[in-house]
């Protein structure tokens, strides 16, 4: 597809020399879709920011950039494809493309297919994307099915754009969880015994340790291993629940073997080399000031056991050093307080703060029947991810755990999700999928690249069409937010617009040259929609 995008912005750069003094830093120019077709294909409102800085009238300053803009363009390419550009409103500046660059994409889609949306923005970037890492103590909640969804998500898509993407699980394997884990199991094993016992308040009480209990005392495991094989109990059901939800790590990376390695003392060593280790009363200190976290932190306690941060340091520098040169972390919203003094780890280690992306994913919340679903993990008096999958299945779970911004609360409603009705946001967009591969399988006609696009002129067929131009724009979203939401939105968006075009207009009529056009256009629908869902770990089926 053709970026005129990247055209126009490169242009408009160019035209806003005049406004500032040589090697002096303009503003980052944003082109946006109107969201009123009356006002263009793209817009910017790059007069209205400089308007200040610039102490001229926005509209004034439009007039200059749009003459400058004229001569920049030229004749190239992109000239060609603007049919207008407008000053309208407080000073924004209104592109209107011409039909036929509208026509030639979606000729594109239709000859090239999948591969006419792929757009290389990574450049075979090495990526880490490390998500859920929830604790081998209890299956997963749905806090960690939205990381799980939203994680590799997120990884299809930047793979998709050109990025070199793998995906680690972080398993802390060792400490005080996994020792309470062991003795939970014991007590148990002691009950099944027929001893009669108080069960500790802050132990962990579900009913899957009396399971893993009737294994360990079957296979009689001794009781100082029974935190690790409890663990490693958990983390098989974890392991087969992620590949239910049909996501796949590369790497499993545990904290233990991290700490049996030795690489937590030489990380410490290569920062104290650095100057940014210390010693004070009895504890060894990592100097986080100096990188902007509000006070240094503790990295070995006086008692000469690590911190948390200390084996988060060693497992971030084995990322760089295993040749990966930008991180995602996904967290919960419990460890948002954690991030600076990672950064400032990352930085006090000689690797750009920006080479470091967390990502925190808020919680959600299950209703049934309308009424919030009360959890407590240590309890084990929580839904699973396991259960939603049970009740609403893969395809429904996966979209809407990316409905909303990970960084906004979800509400995740299990009545919803299992109605088979355009209320069901992921069956609405399926069914526009499954609706075109029906009209396809019924058209005697075969599509083919040499169709004459012009003869579709209707508001909803342009409208269509346009909005399959913006598919890679809303990768590019996803791309700078870190976040697949948009695409969600996008599909939703998408199959809105196909089913308006569909419920006015036939496919298979008695023009031949229409109907072969048609054809085209929900053939590119169709291809845009399932990459779409492919992307998000959703199925595109071709009947419902």
């Known amino acids: ?58 509209r004034d300053i439009a007039a200059k950039i749009v003459e400058a803009l004229n001569k920049a363009l030229g004749d190239s390419e ?12 407080a000073g924004f500046i209104n592109f209107y493309l011409q039909e036929k660059f509208f026509y030639e994409e979606l000729r594109d889609i239709v000859a090239r297919k999948e591969k006419a949306l792929a757009v290389n923005l990574g450049h075979n970037r090495p990526t880490l994307i490390e998500f859920v890492s929830a604790n081998p103590t209890g299956s997963l909640s749905v806090a960690h099915a939205r990381q799980a969804a939203v994680g590799d998500s997120l990884a299809n898509i930047l793979a998709f754009i050109g990025f070199k993407v793998k995906r680690e699980y972080y398993l802390n394997d060792e400490g005080n969880q996994i020792n309470i884990l062991g003795d939970s199991v014991r007590l148990r094993m002691q009950e099944l015994s027929g001893e009669s016992l108080e069960f500790p308040e802050n132990y962990y009480q579900g009913d899957y340790i009396y399971d893993i209990a009737k294994v360990a005392q079957k296979r009689k495991i001794r009781k100082e291993d029974l935190g690790d094989f409890a663990a490693n109990y958990i983390l098989d059901i974890i392991k087969k629940e992620l590949v239910a939800f049909g996501v796949k790590f590369d790497y499993w990376s545990s904290q233990k073997k991290l700490r049996q390695s030795g690489k937590i003392e030489k990380a410490l060593e290569d920062l104290k080399k650095r100057g940014f280790i210390y010693e004070q009363e009895g504890a060894v200190w990592f100097k986080s000031t100096g990188f902007g ?7 070995i306690k006086s008692d000469k056991s ?11 520098r084995e990322k760089y050093r295993r040749g990966f040169d930008w991180l995602i972390n ?24 920006e080479s470091l992306a967390v990502i925190i994913v808020q919680l959600a919340t299950i209703f049934r029947e309308g009424k919030p679903v009360q959890m407590s993990t240590r309890r084990g008096e929580y839904i699973t991810l396991q259960e939603v999958l049970d009740e609403v299945g893969r395809d429904a779970s996966r979209f809407f755990f990316m409905m909303r911004r990970t960084s906004s609360h979800l509400d995740f409603d299990l009545d919803v999700a299992k109605k088979q009705t355009s209320e069901n946001p992921v069956y609405y967009v399926q069914y526009a999928h499954a609706r075109i591969s029906s009209i396809l399988r019924s058209g005697k006609i075969r599509v083919n690249k040499g169709e004459d696009l012009s003869v579709l002129k209707e508001k909803e067929e342009l409208s269509l069409i346009k909005k399959l131009w913006h598919f890679e724009a809303t990768l590019n979203i996803c791309l700078t937010t870190t976040d697949p939401y948009m695409l969600t939105v996008y599909l939703q968006e998408l199959a809105e617009s196909f089913h308006k075009f569909y419920d006015l207009h036939r496919v298979l009529g008695d023009n031949d040259a229409l109907t072969r056009a048609r054809l085209s256009l929900i053939e590119a629908t169709r291809i845009v929609l399932a990459t779409g869902l492919k992307l998000l770990g959703v199925s595109a089926p071709e009947k419902m």
Do not use: C
């Open 1 to 58: 597809m053709k970026n005129i995008q990247e055209s126009l912005i490169s242009a408009l750069q160019h035209s806003l020399k005049e406004f500032y003094p040589e090697g002096a830093q303009g503003p980052g120019i944003i082109l946006d879709f109107p969201t009123d077709p009356r006002f263009g294909e793209l817009s910017t409102n790059v007069a209205l920011q400089i308007s200040k800085s610039t102490k001229l009238p926005p």
């Open 78 to 89: 992109a000239a060609g494809y603007i049919r207008e550009i407008k000053i309208e409103g």
């Open 293 to 299: 976290d509000d006070k240094d932190r503790v990295v």
């Open 306 to 316: 690590y911190t948390y941060l200390a084996p988060d340091i060693a497992y971030h």
């Open 330 to 353: 996904l967290w919960g919203p419990d460890h948002h307080g954690y991030i600076k003094r990672l950064e400032a780890s990352v930085e006090a280690l000689g690797h750009p703060k």
